[in-house]
């Protein structure tokens, strides 16, 4: 691991990857900022460490330099205790966001109370970008180029960063809501034993599903994004589609320790007074979903489920469900439930 050096007053010339500004906490209302020589892991690829910003004790974020996407993508970790001062690995827990989340990589921190839940378990924290609705994909792009290629920046360029430069050990476990849910079981079947566990809270675990291809491309459309960039026509292209599809790949995910949830729809207890059912998006996520939980019944690969009934398609279920979700996270990746 990459030994941590005091912090200094002025930036650090002539090294191999120039200064970085990193914000520390100075009152309620600004930040002092020094500088600090920029770490010199480098991902295979060439994908570097660009910007690096202390948020507060727990939080950094990184801007890198991904040949991945051809732009700058961002992460953000919550740093697990000792951080700082121990030389040494921890487990590592992906939290994956939604599609069109103005809040990007910062959303899990903004919408709930990831921070707080996570200050006292041995585990590093990371909240990847996915873009204004990246996929968590390759993107096909007709035939042409695969950039942006979300995938890699995820499962290859971070991770390699982080295990070179930021005490990311090799036990992992990955969680997201929404079409995150869908990423974290596309990575883990995609990456057969990369992921010792993965949890989707209201995801699309079914792609192909009656209705699910037309709600992707809802979304794509509302972000200004071609559909068919993606992964091309559900069917002229069906094996791009099956390729990334969880529910035709549940057997490379034997062994995975799964959590699956969704509610219906319906008024739950987490919803704002006078909120109206969701008549869409949360039971397309219970449809494809429960058929995907059914599949990996039929083969006989144990998944935990919570289909709990009346609640919309918002974070505070999300919140709810990473907490219920974390005693089969915890065995994945060998911390106490």
């Not at 030994?3 to 120039?18: E, T």
């Not at 974290?184 to 079947?189: K, L, S």
Request: charged share 20%.
């Amino acid at each position: 691991m990459l030994r941590r050096s005091k912090w200094v007053a002025a930036v650090c010339a002539a090294v191999v990857a120039a200064a970085v500004v990193v914000a520390l906490p100075n009152g309620p209302a600004e930040a002092q900022a020094v500088s600090r020589a920029r770490t010199t892991a480098v991902a295979d690829d060439g994908a570097r460490i660009a910007e690096e910003i202390r948020v507060d004790e727990r939080t950094l974020d990184l801007r890198i330099t991904s040949p991945a996407l051809g732009t700058s993508g961002w992460v953000r970790l919550l740093l697990p205790r000792g951080w700082d001062t121990q030389s040494r690995t921890w487990p590592v827990l992906y939290l994956l966001h939604g599609a069109g989340e103005v809040q990007d990589y910062k959303s899990w921190t903004a919408f709930t109370d990831a921070a707080a839940f996570t200050a006292d378990k041995d585990v590093l924290v990371v909240l990847p970008s996915d873009g204004k609705a990246g996929m968590y994909s390759a993107w096909w792009n007709f035939g042409g180029s695969t950039k942006p290629d979300w995938e890699t920046f995820h499962v290859t360029e971070i991770r390699q960063l982080l295990e070179r430069g930021y005490g990311a050990g090799t036990v992992r476990a990955v969680a997201g809501l929404s079409i995150g849910g869908y990423g974290a079981m596309a990575y883990a079947f995609r990456h057969p034993g990369m992921f010792k566990a993965a949890a989707s809270y209201s995801g699309v675990l079914n792609t192909t599903i009656y209705g699910v291809p037309n709600f992707i491309q809802m979304i794509l459309m509302r972000e200004g994004l071609n559909f068919y960039s993606l992964w091309g026509n559900e069917w002229m292209q069906r094996g791009i589609w099956t390729a990334h599809n969880p529910y035709d790949n549940v057997e490379k995910l034997r062994g995975t320790k799964l959590y699956v949830s969704s509610g219906d729809g319906g008024t739950g207890p987490l919803d704002p007074p006078g909120n109206s059912p969701d008549l869409m998006i949360e039971p397309l996520a219970k449809l494809s979903s429960s058929a995907f939980t059914d599949k990996l019944k039929q083969v006989g690969i144990p998944v935990t489920t919570n289909y709990y009934g009346g609640g919309s398609h918002i974070w505070p279920y999300w919140q709810r469900e990473l907490k219920a979700s974390w005693p089969v996270l915890a065995a994945g990746l060998g911390l106490p439930a």
